[in-house]
């Protein structure tokens, strides 16, 4: 049955769908066909036949995505500013600036043995081309800065995305690091950096100050917590997937961190 008072042509979303299965229809799909349909009253029928579609998709498929939330329990859709898009010189997104738990790069901040877990929302979506820190106070002797990036699990760390990104920490400065393997972020959705030293060697990288909003649990209504650390089973080294009962809010600093992608 045709819907009501509408012409029975449909000039765009029926032609497009008509050879998929609706349990095999993906809400990217679904996006892609209705992008072009201005919302107009001439176009009143083709965006009903839009919505008449999703819900039928999402009654077979038993997911509610692009109707309640356009991603994963958990995303911010935050708008931040594209990198790619403006002029060429300003091509680092710092994440650990970046709401609701940044603030500005003033002080420095020691790299532990345990490795210390900060969450960011991604500003963009695509693979990473580099991760970006800034050494203040080099190595003595030997010594590499390990970093991560990880995804989300209800909140807290959960598995480690692409590959570790090492830094020398025997020279001071702003480091790049291209050799990460293929990390893919989604713009709006939560990840966590992870930092710590391959040896127990003082060296300290550039911090966040200490004005953060609230992060997760804690012991007391007086405490300030940046971020997690993974107390047990990975010292000097990033795990390849987080236990949550390993982790313990810590109150050192935010370490900044810059991406290129």
């Known amino acids: 049955m045709p819907l009501p008072d509408a012409n029975k042509k ?3 979303v029926y032609p497009l769908l008509q050879n998929t299965d609706l349990e095999n229809i993906a809400y990217a799909t679904l996006q892609s066909t209705g992008t072009p349909i201005a919302i107009e009253e001439m176009n009143e029928d083709e965006l009903r036949r ?18 309640l939330t356009a991603a994963s329990g958990g995303s911010f859709n935050v708008e931040l500013g594209q990198s790619d898009t403006i002029n060429a010189t300003y091509d680092i997104d710092s ?3 970046s709401p609701p ?9 020691l790299v532990r043995n345990d490795p210390q877990f900060f969450p960011f929302i991604a500003p963009k979506t695509g693979d990473l081309d580099a991760i970006v820190i800034d050494v203040t106070a080099a190595a003595a002797s030997t010594c590499n800065i390990l970093v991560g990036i990880y995804s989300d699990n209800d909140g807290l760390p959960n598995t480690q995305l692409g590959s570790t990104a090492t830094f020398d ?5 702003q480091k790049t690091q291209t050799s990460i393997g293929t990390i893919s972020l989604t713009r709006g959705e939560q990840y966590w950096y992870a930092v710590v030293r391959d040896q127990s060697v003082s060296t300290t990288i550039k911090a966040i100050n200490n004005s953060i909003a609230y992060l997760g649990p804690s012991n007391t209504v007086s405490s300030s917590f940046h971020g997690f650390e993974q107390t047990s089973g990975s010292d000097n080294a990033l795990p390849s997937s987080v236990t949550a009962a390993s982790l313990s809010p810590t109150p050192y600093l935010r370490f900044a961190m810059g991406l290129k992608s």
């Open 50 to 67: 839009l919505v008449l579609v999703n819900l039928a998709r999402l009654s077979v498929k038993g997911e509610w995505s692009g109707l």
């Open 10 to 12: 449909s000039s765009r």
């Open 95 to 97: 994440v650990g600036q």
């Open 169 to 173: 920490a025997t020279t001071s400065g």
């Open 101 to 109: 738990w940044g603030n500005n790069v003033t002080t420095t901040q």
